[in-house]
T-cell receptor, first 115, second 113 residues
Framework: DSGVTQTPKHLITATGQRVTLRCSPR?????VYWYQQSLDQGLQFLIQ???????AKGNILERFSAQQFPDLHSELNLSSLELGDSALYFC??????????????FGPGTRLTVL | AQTVTQSQPEMSVQEAETVTLSCTYD???????LFWYKQPPSRQMILVIR??????QNATENRFSVNFQKAAKSFSLKISDSQLGDTAMYFC??????????FGTGTSLTVIP
């Protein structure tokens, strides 16, 4: 158990809908990262937040947004869902702000299925 | 952008034997970190080992060790005394000062009893 929690574990929804994925980092970690793992794209970095502020951005679509709250939990919002958004979404956390220095610890993931 | 290549989509090894998973990467940075993550059937991503690029000494963690060849941009993972619980997908990853984390496409390892 990495100490990172994600809810829900599974989510099934329809195209065009909007969903929110939630992540709580390990105790003491200030950074949260979001990843998408799909069969054809592999593991893709989406976005990083550090202590409430956006720190780094990867291949995140405009339909997706994220935020980190004062208690350091983070939410990833996915809107206007398409079939291709079906994937496993991981949250990870680390102590510091620097991706390249920090070891990231991953949560168990949220499996999103868009029908 | 950086690329990470894992050229072995699938591998198998007999229990108690040794196996090496290969990884090559492309970066123009001098400072970076390299990681191996394991993803068992539970889908959890678990850190196996990490290597700092400026350190010449190869990292080791119990039965796991790396062969880091900086000039060749190679970062292979050796698993000794393979156990059934090592069956998983293994991902190589690299990060740099650009605050991005790049993963390879993974190698599926099966340990055969």
């Amino acid at each position: 158990d990495s100490g990172v929690t994600q809810t829900p574990k599974h989510l099934i929804t329809a195209t065009g809908q909007r969903v929110t994925l939630r992540c709580s980092p390990r105790s003491g970690d200030l950074s949260v990262y979001w990843y998408q793992q799909s069969l054809d794209q592999g593991l893709q970095f989406l976005i990083q937040y550090y202590n409430g502020e956006e720190r780094a951005k990867g291949n995140i679509l405009e339909r997706f947004s994220a935020q980190q709250f004062p208690d350091l939990h983070s939410e990833l919002n996915l809107s206007s869902l398409e079939l291709g958004d079906s994937a496993l979404y991981f949250c990870a956390s680390s102590v510091g702000s620097g991706v390249w220095r920090d070891t990231q610890y991953f949560g168990p993931g949220t499996r999103l299925t868009v029908l | 952008a950086q690329t990470v290549t894992q050229s072995q989509p699938e591998m198998s090894v007999q229990e108690a034997e040794t196996v090496t998973l290969s990884c090559t990467y492309d970066t123009s940075e001098n400072n970076y970190y390299l990681f191996w993550y394991k993803q068992p059937p539970s889908r959890q991503m678990i850190l196996v080992i990490r290597q700092e690029a400026y350190k010449q000494q190869n990292a080791t963690e119990n039965r796991f060790s790396v062969n880091f060849q900086k000039a060749a941009k190679s970062f292979s993972l050796k698993i000794s005394d393979s156990q059934l619980g090592d069956t998983a997908m293994y991902f190589c990853a690299v990060t740099n000062t650009g605050n991005q984390f790049y993963f390879g496409t993974g190698t599926s390892l099966t340990v055969i009893p």
